[in-house]
């Protein structure tokens, strides 16, 4: 293929905190070739392609560590596996998968689905059937009596269709990481809390350290990085000492947490954005309020802030995700607040949290497709945006500032039609959200207030 050259007249490469200008990029076979100065970069030969892209703010495509792109924006848990099948859920996910490339996100990290629906939409956008970003595909997540995908009674059990697998045995959790890597994920996601508790309130771990350090052993023997969901203490601790690539969340963290990440390398990406969304448009949903969800929710928040800023002045390497494929977080929506967020509430600088967003959370992703900077022998995967970032990161929020995205050189031109989320994904019977008592339909005044005697 004829080489691409792409002018910039600002370039954030990912990998530094300042923007180059006047910059040119050379793109050959989806990879860049040339990064550096106009005047240095060779000219066009005739028939290869010139690219200038003007007053926009060029950068690496976006990477969320943390999009769940199956689930179909889901009210509840039961609304993820209950309503619809596989086959459904793999289909659906390569409509949404358009609907994240749009917000600029080339790359996303699939932490945890029922069966092969994520390998799937993966392997699709690879054969190139269907345009998306890049996927880092996972299988069922792994979990133990009590923990986090544990969701059901003992009498209802968890189904081989359910995004939880038990595995309540050390034979039943190596089995269950080998069946996944022979199935093709490039993941595996570990529930670490459990839902029991101590006397002071801290979160039991799900499985034992010694149980944590064999899977994570056996996964990276077998080649695939590890994620877990982690807010508690106790939980954050044996993943951090197994050497977890990811740990989600981590509000409960303490200082030997934080050391044993350091010593480990283990990344951390806090999700704060669900919890966010949550706090803020509880007062649109009323069970969230009434439930006392959403003030929960911000008390995780206080709490997380205090401890992972912490973490962040002591050098833990940060990712980003937005635990989209939610109702409070649908896809294309929300991915790049959780840049904002650590911005305004862990001291992050735009620029540090930019590569964060970038660089950092590609190491997720394949080293054989090395993307997330700009950057020679990278794939040229980058974006077009209108207004920079590095003076206010909000703006990535904003689809319409995305001017440009492109996938190995190649610009990309997703489709993001509407559509009716009772056909899509809202298939839950649930038919009232409150009691409606008749001093409830007094206070609202759809009946008189009773006469006093």
Known sequence: MPRLHVHCKTLFTGLEDQPRHDQA??????????????????????????????????????????????FGNAKSEEDIDLHVSAEFRALRGLFFAQHVLAAGYTSVVVPGDAGQCSIAVRDAINAGLFTGPRIAASSNVIANRQSLNDWFPSWVGTPEYFTGRLCA???????????????????????????????NGEHIAAFTEAETRAMVEEAHRLGKKVAVHAYGREAVLYAARAGVDVIFHAFFLDDACIEAMLESGSHLAPTFTMLANNVEFAEDYEPSTRSGYAAMQQRVIDIGCRNLRRAREAGVPFMTGSDSGFAITPYGEWHAREIEILVDWLGFTPAEALRAATSVSARMLSATQPVGAIEVGRRADFIRVDGSPLENVAILQERDRIRGVYLGGQRMEPQVPGYDPYKVSDFNTVKWAELHTRQRAVAAGKRPVPARG
Do not use: C, N, Y
Not at 31 to 60: K, N, Y
Not at 63 to 70: P, S
């Open 169 to 199: 045995t050390r034979d039943e959790q190596i089995a269950e990481i080998r069946r996944q890597a022979k199935d093709g994920v490039d993941l595996i996601k570990i529930a670490m809390d459990g839902t029991q508790r101590r006397a």
């Open 25 to 70: 990029l050379i793109i050959e076979d989806g990879l860049f070739s040339h990064v550096g100065t106009r005047a240095s970069a060779p000219q066009p030969l005739p028939g290869e392609t010139l690219i200038d892209t003007g007053e926009h703010f060029v950068m690496p495509g976006l990477v969320d560590v943390h999009t769940h792109l199956v």
